[in-house]
């Protein structure tokens, strides 16, 4: 039995995969309402890091509930199972020094305190895209508050399912306040000490 899992010990480290990329893996994770920001920074952010030849990763709800989760619906069982394996597998690229950025509703501290617990604490930054709701809901480019609205989906975050906002976020961001250009320079002037320091 005490070959069940030989290779550990052999493969190389996280240090050594981080010196070959010269940067430090992280998890910045997003969190916030549908419609709040969250992708559209994602996406900037993700182009200011590789102009800066870091090597990113963008999990969201599009490539994780298209493949590795499609087998999950929305309930509470569900919802909790999307978040946990979405941190394993930000987990494997974290430690191999990815810098990963995700993108989820995660609606609630529970759910997030498991993230940070299975991604580790040190490598998890929290960030709360806190975007009012009337303004979620102005732009409702996919129309999924109207539908919700009408009761055409349920248990959906902000209208029949609550949202907790983060208690202590490493960084808040209102986009109705401000431009995806501030959002992101406030979030490298907090990531780029972090990633950078080999």
């Known amino acids: 039995m005490e070959h069940i899992y030989p290779i550990f010990d052999k493969m190389l480290t996280r240090s050594d995969k981080e010196n070959l990329l010269g ?10 309402l549908s419609g709040s920001g969250k992708s559209t920074i994602a996406i900037a952010l ?51 020094g990815i810098i990963t950025i995700a993108a989820f509703i995660s609606p609630n501290n529970d759910l997030r305190e498991m993230a940070a617990d299975i991604i580790g604490k040190d ?30 989906i ?20 209102d986009t109705s306040k401000l431009s995806i250009e501030e959002s992101v320079g406030r979030l490298l002037e907090l990531i780029l000490p972090k990633v950078t320091k080999i």
């Open 23 to 32: 940067q430090h893996g992280l998890m910045i994770w997003f969190t916030g």
């Open 154 to 173: 349920k248990n959906f975050t902000g209208v029949s399912a609550p949202f907790e906002a983060p208690l202590h976020p490493a960084l808040s961001l």
């Open 123 to 152: 490598d998890f930054v929290e960030i709360y895209i806190s975007t009012p709701i009337e303004e979620c809901e102005r732009r409702d480019v996919k129309g999924l508050y109207a539908k919700a609205r009408k009761g055409e």
């Open 46 to 96: 993700e182009r200011e890091l590789q102009k800066r030849h870091l090597l990113c990763r963008i999990l969201d709800g599009d490539n994780i509930r298209s493949g590795i989760n499609n087998n999950l619906g929305f309930s509470a069982e569900d919802r909790t199972e999307n978040i946990r394996r979405i941190a394993e597998v930000g987990k494997l690229f974290v430690d191999t």
